[in-house]
């Protein structure tokens, strides 16, 4: 069996190019590593990027639905077979993604949680934290990307608590408003203690 390791926390914190490093050190040390992401690519994560454009052409519930059939199509055909293959999976977001920010949304976080039973449970989360301020000029400058519908910052701020409120064992908080590289260094770390 392998092992899956989330990558979660709000948008800017730079989750991707964490992904990227860790999937690079991991092979450089002889393990067999994917890496994935949500939203998928499914017709489903298609949907969801439309979306991003304007959240109030549908309601939180579908909002909820969709996010949810998109991770079961990615649990079935990539996250279990992949596990099933002995494989070290990276994913940048999965379901404590939906619990925060469809939580935010006005979502039970109790019922989300329960709805992602069907998703096998992470060895590890490395929550990357940062403050919502920090991460949204992040995202103005660093990108220079317009802020989509799901970045405004009243609402990351509400899902920043959502994710702060979170206390699963599993979950590892990783200090993001760091430099690349000590981040890096600090998810390394991170890892060998939890898992190796
Ligand atoms: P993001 O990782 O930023 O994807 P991309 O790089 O394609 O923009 O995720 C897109 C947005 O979707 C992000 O703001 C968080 C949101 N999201 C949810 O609201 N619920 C979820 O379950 C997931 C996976 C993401």
Redesign the pocket.
């Known amino acids: 069996m392998g092992m899956l390791i989330a990558f979660e926390g709000i ?1 800017g914190t730079g ?2 190019t964490q992904v990227q490093l860790l999937a690079h050190f991991l092979e450089e040390q002889g393990f067999p590593v994917v890496t994935t ?3 998928t690519d499914s017709e489903y994560g298609r949907r ?2 439309e979306l ?1 454009k304007d959240r109030s052409s549908c309601t939180p519930e579908e909002e909820l639905n969709l ?1 949810i059939e998109d ?1 079961r199509l990615h649990v079935h055909e990539f996250i279990k077979p992949e596990l099933a293959a002995g494989k070290i999976i990276l994913t ?4 404590y ?2 619990a925060a ?2 939580g935010a949304a006005g979502m039970d976080t109790g019922e989300i949680f329960a709805r992602n039973s069907f998703a096998p449970r992470p060895s590890l989360v490395l929550l990357l934290t940062m403050d919502p301020e920090v991460s949204i000029a992040r995202i103005r400058e660093g990108r220079g990307e317009e802020l ?1 519908d ?2 405004q910052l009243d609402q990351l701020r509400k899902v920043a608590d959502h994710f702060a409120a979170f206390s699963d064992p599993c979950i590892a908080r990783i200090n993001a408003a760091q430099s690349p590289e000590q981040v890096h260094k600090d998810i390394c770390r991170t890892v060998q203690e939890r898992l190796f």
């Open positions: 948008d989750k991707s992401y949500e939203p969801i990027r991003y996010f991770r940048d977001r999965y379901y993604s939906t920010y469809q989509n799901f970045e």
